[in-house]
Nanobody
Framework: QVQLVESGGGLVQPGGSLRLSCVVSGFSLDYYSIGWFRQAPGKEREGVSCISSSDSSNDGPTYYADSVNGRFTISRHNAKNTVYLQMNNLKPEDAAVYYC????????????????????????WGKGTLVSVSS
């Protein structure tokens, strides 16, 4: 059974940090690209970051939405079946439910950009973890 389980969400003050984890099961993370998405109340889901699969163990090109570039870092540890999203300098506008999703195979830059714009379908989705940013 394929599962993606997000964790690490919570309440943090503006300027604070959180690290989200996405643990996958039921498939080999080695062959999948992973995206992080978020959806705030009353807003559409948006892509946050994406990491491509690659032949190397834990490498893979990374991509970020402009709104988080320089503050968020995506990484993967295939042996642990886990993808991380390190979020620093959090802002109130980062508050949302964060989801991870998997897509089979590597992604090109153009595909990654379409993923972040929400124009590219993902194969599997997690149920999300809530991030709140407030003083």
């Amino acid at each position: 059974q394929v599962q993606l389980v997000e964790s690490g969400g919570g309440l943090v003050q503006p300027g604070g940090s959180l690290r989200l984890s996405c643990v996958v099961s039921g498939f080999s993370l080695d062959y999948y690209s992973i995206g992080w998405f978020r959806q705030a109340p009353g807003k559409e889901r948006e892509g946050v970051s994406c990491i491509s699969s690659s032949d190397s163990s834990n490498d893979g090109p990374t991509y970020y939405a402009d709104s988080v570039n320089g503050r968020f870092t995506i990484s993967r540890h295939n042996a642990k079946n886990t993808v991380y999203l390190q979020m620093n300098n959090l802002k109130p506008e980062d508050a949302a439910v964060y989801y991870c999703a998997a897509l089979w195979g590597p992604v090109t830059t153009a595909q990654a950009m379409n993923i972040l714009l929400g124009y590219y379908g993902m194969d599997y989705w997690g149920k999300g973890t809530l991030v709140s940013v407030s003083s």
